[in-house]
């Protein structure tokens, strides 16, 4: 009998951080557009996929997107809360702008890791219970934080490698390329066109302008840590990526 309970207490330790942020939109009366655009997008992807996935699909965006949330209002920034739109994704407000390039990094992150966090749970069901469904879910989300570190803005990459330099966003642009031309999708077009004027900023960058160089000041402590944690994130997802497509075999496709 406590087997069969296993998988429900599992799950509900994957809801327990969904809730608490439904909860803090709750109180702060964000609540009704965001719950709104979610229901709207796993209707959508359930035409298309079915709606477990859609649901699922909708939720590990959500995560993702509430820990920059819950990173924004941590460094004392006004943010909106999330934003659905079937695929295109998801994205929050950010009512005024991090003044420095550390909390920009700081916020940047904090989706990838919290989007990571999800996917983790869902590979660790997945292989515990045989289930294909959270294992396609886990290799879904793991692929969306591994896209989102593309170094280039206005993507989360672009935004944790900024406090390396802004100039880094012109290598994110080749890959980018090769994306389209290996996969090409609208998302894609999207975010080049999106872009452009990230790789125009990037190209003139002059790190001896005084508004730069305040904006970007950092130590090399702090660019060390950021790069690091960047390059792990990267790797991991890059792995766990291998291992969830070895676990499904050629039932599960990037999207």
């Not at 920034?77 to 950010?94: D, E």
């Not at 996969?183 to 960058?205: D, G, N, Q, V, Y």
């Not at 508004?211 to 060390?224: H, I």
């Amino acid at each position: 009998m406590a087997e069969k309970n296993k998988p429900a207490r599992r799950t509900g330790g994957v809801l327990a951080p969904i809730a608490a942020g439904l909860l803090i939109l709750l109180k702060s009366g964000k609540f009704l557009t965001t719950i709104a655009s979610m229901l709207f997008s796993m209707v959508v992807y359930a035409l298309i996929f079915g709606p477990s996935y859609a649901v699922g699909f909708v939720l590990l965006i959500f995560v993702h997107e509430m820990g920059h949330f819950l990173a924004a209002r941590q460094r004392g920034l006004a943010v909106g809360a999330p934003t659905f739109i079937p695929f295109v994704g998801a994205w929050i407000q950010l009512k005024e702008m991090p003044h420095n390039v550390e909390t920009e990094a700081y916020v940047g992150i904090a989706g990838p890791i919290m989007g990571s966090l999800g996917a983790l749970v869902c590979y660790w069901i997945g292989r515990a219970h045989g289930n294909d469904l959270f294992l396609a879910l886990a290799y879904t989300g793991f692929f969306i934080n591994l896209f989102n570190l593309l170094p280039l803005s206005p993507l989360d990459g672009g935004r944790i490698t900024a406090i390396l330099s802004p100039r880094i966003w012109l290598l994110g642009a080749p890959i980018l390329v090769a994306l389209f031309f290996w996969r090409p999708t609208p998302i894609l077009l999207l975010i080049a066109i999106l872009s452009i004027p990230s790789l125009i900023k990037a190209w003139r960058f002059n790190p001896a302008d005084p508004a730069n160089a305040a904006y970007y000041a950092a130590s090399p402590a702090l660019r060390v840590q950021y790069g690091f944690l960047y390059l792990a994130l990267t790797g991991f997802l890059a792995v766990m990526m291998g291992e969830v497509h070895q676990s499904l075999g050629h039932l599960v496709r990037p999207h």
